[in-house]
Each structure stands twice: as structure tokens, then as C-alpha cells.
């Protein structure tokens, strides 16, 4: 991922206003950070659960490709936390889930929305140009997105756009939720 400017991706901000096609997503999105916040613990069958309706938003079939459960429930709520996870241990939620970290990313963002942004594709798109599977796939892109996605957020200008994006949807969201739909949204529009 090239060097982008945080004014880059405030730029695009102005496409928050007139986008409708995440309706059905910002419909259950609230629900599924609602079904982790109030949690202290998460157990297997939360990560479960949350596994299965991530999958939902996709357009592949969840299919666990580990055992790994007792571990990935131990990261899960590590999670939780305001420390990121580490390189190590998002493999071993990817090993689990799908071998996918665009699930990963979905799931690490409903259970603590303020640390992790959603990845996929079209984020992807967005930053590179490009959106083969195998640079989506890349965990060092993933961190690189979010330390973009926090210099973006801590941005002064960046407030007035986290409110009125909020505004649109209706119910309070992360500033790490906001800067991702404006890359999102202006996927086919590439950064770079």
C-alpha cells in the first residue's frame, strides 16, 4: 500500500452523504456490536454464534478449518480489550474461520468496534488498485489499514464527518466504522 494522506480519504467523505446501498447492513450491524458489548466474557459458543452471522454479510459459507476453539475464544476476548491483537493470533482466528481475514476482521470489529475496522475486497480496492485474494489475504495490509484508519479518525476535521455520518444511520458508531464506509463506498474509485 502506497503512503496515502489522511486528506485523501477526507476527501471522499463527501460520499457518506447520498449512499443507500447500506441500508440492509447498517440494519443488522447495530445489532451484532449490541450482541458483544455488553458481554464481559465470550465463550465458544459466542464465537460460534458471531461467526455464523458474520458469514451472513458474505458472500462465502463459514466453514471451520481448525479445531482451534479453546484458543481462538482466548484471542476473542484478548480482543475485547484496547490492545490490538498480535500477527500470531490473528492466524489462528484466520486458521479458524474460513482461513479468511476479511471474516476475521468482521468479527474482531462486532466485538470491539473502537480498535478493529472491517477489511475486505473492496477496502482493499480502495487503498491498492487492486483486490486479488491473495493481497487481501495479506495480515501486514490488515495492520497497515488500521493504523490508516486511526490517523484518519484522530484527524480534527474528522469529527464534523463521524457525526453526521452517525446522523445517517441513526444510532452511534466507531469513528473506525465511519472511515471504513467512506473506503467502502468509494471502492470503485481507487486511492492510488
Known amino acids: 500500500m502506497k503512503s496515502i494522506q489522511v486528506s485523501e480519504v477526507l476527501e471522499r467523505a463527501i460520499f457518506l452523504e447520498n449512499d443507500s446501498t447500506q441500508d440492509s447492513y447498517n440494519k443488522s450491524y447495530c ?6 458489548k455488553d458481554k464481559q466474557q465470550l465463550t465458544e459458543h459466542d464465537l460460534i454464534i458471531a461467526a455464523n452471522f458474520t458469514y451472513g454479510w458474505m458472500p462465502t459459507i463459514l466453514e ?4 482451534e476453539f479453546d484458543l481462538a475464544v482466548s484471542i476473542v476476548n484478548k480482543a475485547k480489550q484496547s490492545k490490538r491483537i498480535s500477527d500470531e493470533e490473528l492466524l489462528v482466528l484466520k486458521k479458524l474461520m474460513n482461513n479468511s481475514i476479511v ?11 473502537n480498535v ?9 480496492n480502495f487503498l491498492t488498485g487492486k483486490a486479488h485474494a491473495y493481497k487481501v ?21 474528522f ?19 465511519t472511515v471504513e464506509q467512506i473506503m467502502f463506498i468509494c471502492s470503485n474509485n481507487p486511492i492510488c
Open 159 to 177: 469529527e464534523v464527518i463521524h457525526r453526521n455520518y452517525q446522523e445517517k444511520v441513526g444510532y452511534e458508531i466507531t469513528p473506525m466504522r
Open 116 to 124: 478493529y475496522a472491517i477489511w475486505d475486497s473492496r477496502v482493499c
Open 103 to 113: 471474516g476475521v476482521s468482521k468479527i474482531l470489529h462486532f466485538i470491539n468496534p
Open 31 to 36: 445489532h451484532f456490536v449490541k450482541y458483544f
Open 64 to 67: 471451520f478449518k481448525s479445531d
Open 137 to 157: 489475504q495479506k495480515s501486514g495490509l490488515f495492520w497497515a489499514y488500521l493504523d490508516l484508519c486511526q490517523k484518519v479518525a484522530a484527524a480534527p476535521e
